[in-house]
């Protein structure tokens, strides 16, 4: 649904300074999103975005933009089909950028569950899931090419492909795991 839009927001986002890559600055959103629902992510993309610099024509088609992105993501993560993807550059693009934006997502969604509030404690049923999946995350973050991978590309396209579908549920366990404090916003999370 928004990924078709992927390149043009991405050049926008470039061409007016934004400083974040487009997969972490969504990957954030999604984070902050998790924590806080839409206020969170709101502010991410306040603190990210809006406060650059950018103004006239270009920051409202921008903002317009991102309104879109957000409202759609929020759609797919609290919708009951599991629609969400992240949104990151289409298989046709080399292996390279395709990786790069994968670890950006996760980098930026650390970043955002960690502005919006999270705090893990070790152990604690479902927080012991999204410790394993933000540890998880926190490797992907650091992923980069090898290689032997160049040499393999089926291969390592694959690896890749598990590994999209790896973030994309496990955002959505994320999510998912804090519902009931999204929901009472006065409860501090822990």
């Known amino acids: 649904m928004i990924a078709a839009d992927y390149r043009t927001l991405r050049d926008s986002l470039e061409r007016a300074g934004v400083l974040l890559a487009l997969p972490e600055l969504h990957g954030g959103m999604c984070g902050a999103m998790c924590i806080g629902g839409r206020e ?7 603190d ?5 610099g950018v103004d006239g024509p270009t920051a409202e088609r921008i903002s317009e933009q991102l309104d879109d992105v957000e409202l759609a993501t929020w759609q797919q ?10 949104l990151l550059p289409d298989d046709d693009a080399p292996l390279e950028e395709q990786v790069e934006a994968l670890a950006a997502w996760c980098q930026g969604f650390l970043a955002g ?4 509030g999270l705090r893990l404690e070790r152990g604690q049923g479902t927080q012991g899931e999204v410790e394993e999946i933000v540890a998880d995350f ?13 040499g393999n ?9 598990e590994l999209k579908e790896y973030v994309r549920v496990g955002a959505q366990i994320v999510f998912d795991a ?3 404090r999204r929901s009472s916003p006065s409860q501090e999370i822990h």
Not at 40 to 46: I, K, R, T, V
Not at 113 to 116: D, E, K, M, T, Y
Not at 153 to 161: I, R, T, V
């Open 113 to 116: 569950l960690g502005g919006a």
């Open 77 to 86: 993560l609290s919708g009951s089909e599991m629609q969400f993807e992240p």
């Open 153 to 161: 590309l089926d291969e390592a396209g694959f690896a890749l492909a």
């Open 40 to 46: 969170a992510s709101n502010a991410w993309l306040e």
């Open 178 to 180: 804090f519902a009931d």
């Open 48 to 52: 990210c975005v809006r406060g650059v």
């Open 138 to 150: 926190a490797e992907i973050s650091r992923a980069g090419v090898t290689g032997e991978e160049r």
